[in-house]
């Protein structure tokens, strides 16, 4: 390294406290940062041909975390070639005291930093490379709740690990920090118990599965579909379209109702006809919705439904019915049930039948 110094013309010569050697060599450690930056950043998405033809947000994920691993790399290479404080006192190497211990420490912190950012950038991508081993290239719920509890394990272990190299690069003693969070230790525990509760939490909704992402639910007095299960929280977006947090630690002690897990979607329509109806047109309506309901393809234990006279009140007859649907979407099923109920006017316009209107008052 010397040799390369002392190659500068007039390497001797200072300004500013730097020899000129000096200042050429750090100039060359911050193009060789650059350079790797660029190249890494260039290389990188060359690896991942077919995930970035899938997705241009993974080619915008591959080339930012790219720029922080060649961050990363320049600056290991440079730290190597300053080596420490002790090679600047014996080498050609001139500048101002406070920056011999300084830029060590420096490139230590840059380059633990760029590999944190890298790897929070880089978790972006776990979802792609599921997507890209999936049979249908579509992730179902259970997939979708598994890798948003992976990102957020490697979010908390890149954070934990990050805050401990980031501690040693700004010269805190490791040793004395951790026989410190020993004394400390009970307070930690007991400030970090509502935490803990939520990490158990998750635990809990990942092993026993009570729902998955996907899964509109109820959880205590809270009705949505779950847009992601974090290590402390789980998010519900409602059908007002508000984001609902709720801490994992309630639901350890909380019903949870998944309506996504229904077996089948009942339902019980009530049908008012108009009192003065003939009563054998009422039969053949109560038999034509049973007809309807038998042949409907989306229909499901058809030998528990029926639809019959329920009630007479002094202003209508109330046909009730019980039909179930074998269907998971709520889309589908509102689809269904138009269908379903244009039918039903059909058949009571054939056979000359009025529904009642509340409006009209029957004369006696």
């Known amino acids: 390294m010397n040799g390369i110094i002392q190659f500068v013309p007039n390497w001797e ?56 691993l060649g961050l990363a790399l320049g600056c290991g290479i440079s730290l190597s070639m300053i080596d420490d404080a002790y090679y600047f006192s014996s080498s050609s190497i001139v500048m101002p005291e406070a920056l011999i211990s300084w830029i060590p420490s420096i490139l230590q912190l840059l380059l633990v930093v760029t590999l944190v ?34 990102e957020s394990i490697l979010r908390f272990i890149i954070t934990l690990f990050g805050a401990i190299f980031i501690a040693d690069a700004l010269g805190f003693d490791l040793n004395t920090l951790i026989a410190g969070l020993g004394i400390t230790g009970l307070a930690l525990a007991l400030a970090a118990k509502d935490t803990i509760s939520n990490v158990f939490g998750a635990t809990v909704v990942l092993l026993d599965r009570p729902f998955k992402v996907g899964d509109w639910v109820t959880i205590g007095a809270v009705e949505g579909e779950v847009v992601e299960i974090g290590l402390r929280t789980t998010l519900l977006r409602t059908s007002m379209d508000t984001v609902v947090t709720m801490p994992n630690a309630n639901l350890t002690n909380t019903p949870v109702e998944n309506w996504g897990r229904r077996r089948f979607r009942r339902w019980q329509p009530i049908f008012k006809l108009d009192i003065n109806s003939n009563p054998e047109h009422v039969e053949d309506f109560c038999d034509g919705v049973l007809s309807l309901i038998q042949n409907n393809k989306h229909a499901t234990k058809t030998d528990a439904s029926f639809s019959k006279v329920s009630t007479l ?34 058949l009571a316009k ?8 509340g409006r009209v008052r029957h004369t006696r």
């Open 13 to 68: 010569r200072e300004i500013l406290g730097f020899n000129y050697g000096t200042l050429w060599f750090l100039f060359i450690l911050l193009l060789i940062i650059m350079v790797s930056r660029s190249l890494v950043s260039t290389i990188i998405p060359k690896f991942f041909k077919k995930l970035i033809q899938k997705s241009h947000l993974v080619k915008e994920i591959l080339e930012s975390s790219g720029k922080a």
């Open 313 to 346: 009140g002094p202003d209508a007859i109330d046909v009730g019915c019980n039909i179930y649907w074998d269907i998971n979407s709520g889309k589908i099923e509102r689809e269904v049930r138009n269908e379903f109920l244009i039918e039903v006017m059909k």
């Open 350 to 357: 054939n056979l000359d039948l009025s529904f009642h209107d």
């Open 117 to 150: 950012v890298s790897g929070y950038r880089m978790i972006g991508l776990v979802n792609a490379l599921y997507a890209s081993f999936d049979k249908d290239g579509e992730l179902d719920g259970t997939e979708k709740t598994l890798i948003t509890a992976m």
